[in-house]
């Protein structure tokens, strides 16, 4: 369609689309996001992600490495028949464990909190594995290491002594098998 | 050093931290505390030659 008064781009004063397309452009958008903003946001980054690692250095190096391990009396061997599982708390309360006596006669024991989100872990004497119920983890019952599901790491194994019939804890390992 | 190299030097580095981020944490959470400084230092390092190579790159680039 035309207009008898548009005047044609070459015309002094016009109004035309393809004369005013720079009016598309926002000055302030491109002055602040062009390559070198996105370099430096990359620098940032680079720099941000190094730095986010020093706190764990800084707990490393201030020995939050874990002190001797008391022995702690978990059951009586004779209370725990195969199948069977008993909970516990070492080497602290605020950590779970489990003790299993597992179907084939082998005792077991490992903190109970999920690698995954803390959840409980229990023993599934049917399939002979540990259990995480929130996400369906599996677990390893001879090794504690994840089987299936979203669990990426072992649960920490905690070391067992018989003495005289009763079971105890000695200490305990983080990165095992 | 060429601006090009600048900027693949940098994108590396984001690469290397990325890792060394995650192996960090795994590390961490696995209280092997020697992997922890060794990781630490690496992502430490990679950051500082990144601010580096930016302070070269912004030489050029605004000559």
Known sequence: MTCKKKLARNQKDTNDDMIN?????????????????????????????GVATIPFSVKA??????????????AKLADLP?????????PTDKDPALLIHTVNGDLKAY????????????????????????HAGYFDVNNGHPKA???QRELP????????????????????G | MG????WGIIIATIIINVIMVQWTVEAYYGRE???????????????????????????????
């Open chain 1, 21 to 49: 397309l720079v009016d598309n452009l926002n000055q302030e958008d491109d002055l602040k996001y062009n390559r070198r903003a996105f370099l430096k946001t990359a620098v940032g980054t680079s720099v941000a992600l």
């Open chain 1, 61 to 74: 190096m201030l020995g939050i490495a874990e002190k001797n391990y008391e022995r702690v009396e978990i």
């Open chain 1, 82 to 90: 195969q199948g069977d599982s008993v909970t516990f708390y070492y």
């Open chain 1, 111 to 134: 903190n109970s909190a999920c690698t995954h989100l803390m959840c409980p872990v229990f023993y599934e004497k049917t399939q002979d594995v540990l259990l995480c119920p929130c």
């Open chain 1, 149 to 151: 599901g979203p669990p």
């Open chain 1, 157 to 176: 194994l905690i070391e067992i002594e018989v003495d005289k019939g009763i079971v105890y804890a000695v200490g305990r390992q983080y990165r095992h």
């Open chain 2, 3 to 6: 601006k090009k190299t600048c």
């Open chain 2, 33 to 63: 505390y020697k992997s922890i400084l060794i990781y630490s230092g690496v992502s430490i390092v990679s950051a500082f030659i990144a601010l580096l190579v930016f302070l070269q790159w912004r030489k050029v680039e605004y000559k």
